[in-house]
């Protein structure tokens, strides 16, 4: 129900808009999150934004890099990543927090960036 796109290679210094688009129901009224996990590394926190688009969260290695957007009318969450870094590296998921409690229930299929030296 939730599709990322957008992934693909990019060398660092470069950027990327990833695209999480919700289909089979909406996910307005909700939290949405990006993660990301890097090959045998524990999948991380990546942004939060709040269901309004107003209110944004961001980890501190992304944070001033990264940009989290929604546009409700057309169900898609957004990510544009600026001055990309090798260790940027990994594949990227979307998530939805339907209860509110920042407990994710609802994820994409991820999106590869690979950054590259």
């Known amino acids: 129900q939730l599709v990322e796109s957008g992934g693909g290679l990019v060398q660092a210094g470069g950027s990327l808009r990833l695209s999480c688009t919700a289909t089979g129901r909406t996910f307005s009224s909700y939290p949405m999150g990006w993660f990301r996990q890097a090959p045998g590394k524990e999948r991380e926190f990546v942004a939060r934004?709040?269901?309004?688009?107003?209110?944004?969260y961001y980890a501190d290695s992304v944070k001033g890099r990264f940009a989290i957007s929604r546009d409700n009318a057309k169900n898609t969450v957004y990510l544009q990543m600026n001055s990309l870094k090798p260790e940027d590296t990994a594949v990227y998921y979307c998530a939805a927090d339907t209860k509110g409690r920042y407990e994710y229930d609802y994820w994409g299929q991820g999106t590869q960036v690979t950054v590259s030296s």
């Open positions: 934004i709040g269901w309004r688009g107003t209110r944004t």
